[in-house]
């Protein structure tokens, strides 16, 4: 389609990509949606890239958030590798988003790669021993049981997590499109989460 | 000594104290510093007497401390029985005195209770192997190293640190403060302290 200035302006606010990329997905695309979806495409390719780096990330900001009247907080460690990023607007963003994500719903951690091996084991053998995954051909059980655990893990991990304030990302992706607008490493390290007299 | 009103008046604004009481602990000391040790021990007495009642504690406060710049974070939760005394000032002090201590001092532990027995085991270990202590009569041995375990463990423990703000009282000193002022048992719940990369 043509890249008209308009639209380019428009994908720009959308997206947050440069001129040039989106002169070039509205050229490249059939449609203005075709348009954003390339883009979300190529900034999550670029995000993957700066995760892959795997620069050292022990810069960043200690955040907290107390509920109303003291009967929750919740204290989490975000990294990045430099104090610049640390204390851009984007960054301070995405810490206050994560306190108040792990405040609403009580992740217990915040990657797959957290979750301990006697859980997710346990977990495995309650799927496995469940009748609907019984009956079906034994070849395929493994495959359906490590889709099922991962699906019920998906709710008590942080990034996993539908985000609160829009369902259609996990709060892995508002993670990475921070990545992207940065294009720096961003890791969440670790929170805490109080309740009181829990 | 004799118990003038004035001094019956400082008295109460230096301890807290009621006004019988200051007046019966002028009466019965020989100096005024002494009525001040009278009342000291008694208020010590009483508050060991509420937590002595180990009334439920799941009313209380989660308070946060940041540091500048986000590098060192503190979460904690304090509890006491009741949401009135969860709302006053003394209590909400109490919180806020804590969180410093711990972003000041980085303790391990709450109370003594709380050290694991691997790590009492460890200390108990090392204590014992030291030649000063194998200098010493064997029956003395256990005696002395659970004074070395404790004083150097007493370092790491919360309630048995020195305040910062006044190192001739503890932590735990100034909380059986605030027990004895507001007559309910006050407990130092749990906390957590972030440092930035560590």
């Not at 990329?21 to 995000?47: H, N, P, Y």
Request: glycine content about 6%; hydrophobic content about 35%; overall charge neutral.
């Amino acid at each position: 389609m043509e890249a008209t200035a308009k639209e380019v302006a428009r994908l720009r606010e959308l997206t947050g990509a440069g001129f040039a990329d989106c002169k070039k997905a509205l050229t490249d695309a059939k449609s203005f949606d075709d348009a954003v979806k390339i883009l979300e495409e190529k900034g999550q390719k670029r995000a993957e890239k700066v995760m892959a780096q795997e620069r050292e990330t022990r810069e960043g900001l200690i955040h907290s958030y107390i509920h109303h009247g003291g009967n929750l907080g919740v204290l989490l460690e975000l990294n990045c590798s430099t104090d610049f990023v640390a204390r851009s607007d984007e960054f301070k963003t995405l810490a206050k988003e994560l306190v108040m994500q792990v405040a609403g719903t009580d992740p217990k951690w915040v990657s797959f790669d957290d979750v301990p091996e006697e859980v997710r084991a346990q977990m495995r053998q309650n799927a496995m021993s469940d009748p609907d995954v019984q009956k079906r051909p034994e070849h395929l059980r493994e495959q359906i049981v490590d889709g099922k655990v991962k699906k019920q893990l998906a709710t008590q991990v942080l990034l996993e997590q539908p985000w609160v304030k829009d369902e259609k990302i996990t709060v892995g992706n508002l993670v990475k499109d921070v990545i992207r607008k940065t294009g720096e490493n961003i890791v969440v390290r670790r929170f805490t989460r109080y309740a009181l007299g829990e």
